[in-house]
Nanobody, 122 residues
Framework: QLHLAESGGGLVQAGTSLRLSCVAS????????VTWFRQAPGKEREFVAW????????VYEDSVKGRYTIWRENAENTVYLQTSALRPEDTGVYYC???????????????WGQGTQVTVSS
């Protein structure tokens, strides 16, 4: 059973940055594309960014394009999400996921982390 663990969240002011990490329990992680989702209070979980198992051709949700960067270090079994120019609307719990059951934007995955809270104050 693959386990994922996110870290790096926090309480920050608008305009600043955070680097989120998703660390996997074993190298089978590197056989999967990996997606970051986020969930704000009272809202559905939404797609943020995806990266292929090869680490190429990342895909971003429109509102984070140019502000977020996703990449992976397979030697570390880790996927990162660098956020910048954060906005209050970026607030939420950020989750990483692997093993999409349907499309990458659909939040049905075999493996999820526990999430890391990002709170952006104005």
């Amino acid at each position: 059973q693959l386990h994922l663990a996110e870290s790096g969240g926090g309480l920050v002011q608008a305009g600043t940055s955070l680097r989120l990490s998703c660390v996997a329990s074993d190298s089978s992680f590197n056989n999967y594309g990996v997606t970051w989702f986020r969930q704000a209070p009272g809202k559905e979980r939404e797609f943020v960014a995806w990266i292929s198992r090869g680490g190429i051709s990342p895909v971003y949700e429109d509102s984070v394009k140019g502000r977020y960067t996703i990449w992976r270090e397979n030697a570390e079994n880790t996927v990162y999400l660098q956020t910048s120019a954060l906005r209050p609307e970026d607030t939420g719990v950020y989750y990483c996921a692997a093993g999409a059951i349907r499309g990458v934007r659909d939040p049905q995955y075999h493996y999820w982390g526990q999430g890391t809270q990002v709170t952006v104050s104005s």
